[in-house]
């Protein structure tokens, strides 16, 4: 008789154990296909949206580069309360980690138009010739101005995001904001805007 408890007893917790790792299976394949990646076309849905409101406020707009604000680990702007009224704490984990893998975000001349891409490293190296960086830009580029953009942060379900964007025109004149937009039936909205400055 104990012979036969002990058997049925292994066996049960066999079939236990197999559906425990069945369980855990399928939640981890869910978490994945909830965290699939974002494509291009999501990413520069958001970027093209934010160029084309700043182009049409500000007219001699030539140039776009990635944001030369970005700061790696500098995502505390997440943690704020504002934020969490939008997006939940997996979201939150999830933009951080693609906040972090944005430090070497290249814009794509694939998907922008209209507009002359100089990526960040080249246009902050005017810096470096003993100039001043609006005296070399002018020379270069003529009396235009250039705007940013940062690689824009996704929620799980890809129906909201978080970009940052702006324009500089002189040594003190410019602006930029930070902006949650939202995907309405296909259009990206701004919903909110988290923080900004005007030179």
Same mark, same amino acid.
């Given at each position: 008789?104990?012979?036969?408890?002990?058997?049925?007893?292994?066996?049960?917790?066999?079939?236990?154990?197999?559906?425990?790792?069945? &369980?855990?299976?399928? +939640?981890? *394949?869910?978490? /994945?296909?909830?965290?699939? !990646?974002?494509?291009? =076309?999501?990413? %520069?849905?958001?970027?093209?949206?934010?160029?084309?409101?700043?182009?049409?406020?500000?007219?001699?707009?030539?140039?776009?580069?990635?944001?030369?604000?970005?700061?790696?680990?500098?995502?505390?702007?997440?943690?704020?309360?504002?934020?969490?009224?939008?997006?939940?704490?997996?979201?939150?984990?999830?933009?951080?980690?693609?906040?972090?893998?944005?430090?070497?975000?290249?814009?794509?001349?694939? &998907?922008?138009?209209? +507009?002359? *891409?100089?990526? /960040?490293?080249?246009?902050? !190296?005017?810096?470096? =010739?003993?100039? %001043?960086?609006?005296?070399?830009?002018?020379?270069?580029?003529?009396?235009?101005?250039?705007?940013?953009?940062?690689?824009?942060?996704?929620?799980?379900?890809?129906?909201?995001?978080?970009?940052?964007?702006?324009?500089?025109?002189?040594?003190?004149?410019?602006?930029?904001?930070?902006?949650?937009?939202?995907?309405?039936?296909?259009?990206?909205?701004?919903?909110?805007?988290?923080?900004?400055?005007?030179?």
């Amino acid at each position: 008789m104990k012979l036969k408890r002990g058997a049925h007893y292994k066996k049960s917790s066999h079939i236990v154990r197999n559906i425990l790792a069945i &369980y855990l299976l399928l +939640i981890s *394949i869910y978490i /994945k296909s909830q965290n699939s !990646s974002v494509s291009d =076309n999501d990413m %520069y849905g958001v970027i093209n949206y934010v160029i084309k409101i700043k182009v049409d406020k500000v007219e001699n707009i030539k140039i776009i580069t990635e944001d030369p604000n970005y700061i790696e680990k500098d995502y505390k702007f997440l943690d704020i309360k504002i934020v969490k009224d939008f997006f939940n704490k997996r979201d939150v984990i999830s933009m951080k980690k693609q906040y972090e893998e944005s430090k070497d975000f290249l814009l794509n001349p694939k &998907y922008i138009m209209n +507009i002359r *891409i100089i990526h /960040k490293e080249k246009l902050l !190296s005017y810096k470096n =010739n003993k100039q %001043y960086f609006w005296t070399e830009f002018n020379k270069l580029h003529g009396k235009v101005s250039f705007m940013f953009v940062s690689k824009p942060l996704f929620s799980i379900d890809k129906k909201r995001a978080i970009i940052s964007y702006g324009h500089y025109c002189g040594g003190l004149c410019g602006e930029g904001e930070r902006v949650i937009v939202k995907n309405d039936n296909g259009n990206w909205k701004i919903e909110e805007k988290l923080s900004g400055f005007v030179n």
